[in-house]
């Protein structure tokens, strides 16, 4: 039997403050780009535990989910690799300033829908999954947490 095609499962925070999103600047196998605070689900973690943990983890921010922005398929266009994103917007609650960023994070910045479009145009965005989030959570795309449903043992 061959081996098994499984899809890299991520999670992604979309975060707006005063018509800004949170984005960050992070070193990847094709240069700097720019994502949501994102990383891949752990062994026994919720799809909610990971977004928040990836996003104190890149951002210094405790991120708290409230809705689902909705979930994204993606296959790099070398075919090595798909992804399947679950988006979730949510607050911040508070900040761990003192707390390093993860390793290949360069910093956090907060970026207008525009210079997120641009960013898309240039190719400087981590892939196309993440401006699908931003134009969703702009077109007002919300769904409630029980949608997920996580099953724990």
Same mark, same amino acid.
């Given at each position: 039997?061959?081996?098994?095609?499984?899809?890299?499962?991520?999670?992604?925070?979309?975060?707006?403050?005063?018509?800004?999103?949170?984005?960050?600047?992070?070193?990847?196998?094709?240069?700097?780009?720019?994502?949501?605070?994102?990383?891949?689900?752990?062994?026994?973690?919720?799809?909610?535990?990971?977004?928040?943990?990836?996003?104190?983890?890149?951002?210094? =921010?405790?991120?708290?989910?409230?809705?689902?922005?909705?979930?994204?398929?993606?296959?790099?266009?070398?075919?090595? =690799?798909?992804?399947?994103?679950?988006?979730?917007?949510?607050?911040?609650?508070?900040?761990?300033?003192?707390?390093?960023?993860?390793?290949?994070?360069?910093?956090?910045?907060?970026?207008?829908?525009?210079?997120?479009?641009?960013?898309?145009?240039?190719?400087?965005?981590?892939?196309?999954?993440?401006?699908?989030?931003?134009?969703?959570?702009?077109?007002?795309?919300?769904?409630?947490?029980?949608?997920?449903?996580?099953?724990?043992?």
């Amino acid at each position: 039997m061959g081996e098994v095609w499984r899809p890299h499962v991520t999670v992604a925070a979309v975060i707006e403050r005063e018509g800004r999103f949170l984005f960050v600047e992070e070193e990847t196998e094709f240069g700097v780009r720019l994502n949501q605070p994102a990383g891949h689900l752990e062994p026994g973690e919720s799809l909610v535990e990971a977004v928040a943990r990836e996003t104190l983890e890149e951002t210094r =921010l405790r991120f708290v989910p409230n809705a689902v922005v909705g979930v994204y398929q993606w296959t790099r266009p070398d075919g090595a =690799l798909t992804y399947l994103r679950f988006a979730f917007s949510g607050k911040v609650t508070g900040e761990e300033s003192e707390r390093a960023l993860d390793e290949g994070i360069l910093r956090t910045l907060w970026l207008s829908p525009e210079e997120v479009e641009a960013a898309g145009r240039e190719g400087r965005l981590r892939s196309p999954m993440v401006l699908s989030c931003v134009r969703d959570w702009r077109e007002g795309r919300r769904y409630s947490l029980d949608l997920i449903r996580h099953l724990a043992g």
